[in-house]
């Protein structure tokens, strides 16, 4: 991400409190190399504005009315892709971050003056910034809906076809899983075949697929000396 050559920083803000835009640009403004060229109301504000005005950053309220901050960036993106944008709320919304990254936003953060200077400062200097509680409260949603899903996967697969699912996730054939599970190879072979009635599908590139989209196994690439991913699934032991 490239930092702003320009020594005078343009930048707008939209936010539908008038008070809040007045403080926030009087804070930003008091450095000479900041310069505020429009404020604007609401998300369709914002964005005809844009159209008109050239700026470098656009700090954007993701809640405003008429359009929100994410119809507005999204519109804002089509018509130009390097502005970069600085969006705020003061809810979080954790389901709204990949929407953000989609759309190439350059940091998101809480609604105060103090950590929009701080993520203002950030993104002029060529970094991101997504305040950490933020991103930390996005990952613990995230895994809370895998593992949702993963429950609701296995809720229709026996302990022993969870495993045998996961470990043709590690590529194994049916010989090897028979030797790996101490079964015979007929036994694995009517499992599959029960997995792939229970779950609709007919095969094993299917069952992989379903398996990793709902979280049973997941890729973690190691940082040994090894260089290369494991497989890990949270079932291996669970069901062992």
């Not at 405003?64 to 901050?69: A, I, T």
């Not at 895998?146 to 809720?155: D, H, L, R, T, Y």
């Not at 499992?191 to 989209?213: G, M, P």
Request: proline letters at 2%.
């Amino acid at each position: 991400m490239r930092n702003i050559k320009s020594k005078v920083i343009r930048f707008a803000i939209a936010d539908s409190d008038p008070v809040f835009r007045q403080v926030l640009v009087s804070y930003l403004c008091a450095s000479l190399e900041r310069k505020v060229i429009f404020c604007a109301s609401n998300g369709r504000e914002l964005f005809e504005k844009t159209k008109m005005l050239g700026t470098d950053i656009l700090i954007v309220n993701l809640f405003m009315p008429v359009l929100n901050g994410i119809e507005s960036v999204q519109l804002i993106r089509k018509l130009n892709k390097n502005v970069k944008i600085l969006a705020v709320s003061s809810v979080f919304q954790p389901e709204l971050l990949p929407l953000l990254q989609r759309y190439g936003v350059s940091g998101y953060c809480s609604k105060s003056v103090r950590d929009i200077l701080h993520a203002f400062t950030q993104i002029t200097n060529g970094s991101f910034f997504f305040e950490e509680h933020y991103f930390d409260q996005w990952k613990a949603s995230e895994l809370i809906l895998e593992v949702n899903k993963a429950e609701m996967f296995i809720e229709k697969l026996s302990p022993a076809e969870v495993k045998i699912v996961v470990l043709c996730c590690q590529g194994m054939s049916n010989r090897e899983i028979a030797g790996k599970l101490h079964f015979s190879i007929r036994t694995v072979d009517t499992y599959l075949s029960k997995i792939f009635t229970k779950l609709d599908i007919k095969s094993r590139h299917e069952l992989v697929k379903l398996a990793y989209d709902n979280g049973i196994c997941r890729l973690i690439c190691s940082h040994s000396e090894k260089g290369y991913c494991e497989l890990d699934s949270p079932f291996l032991l669970e069901h062992a």
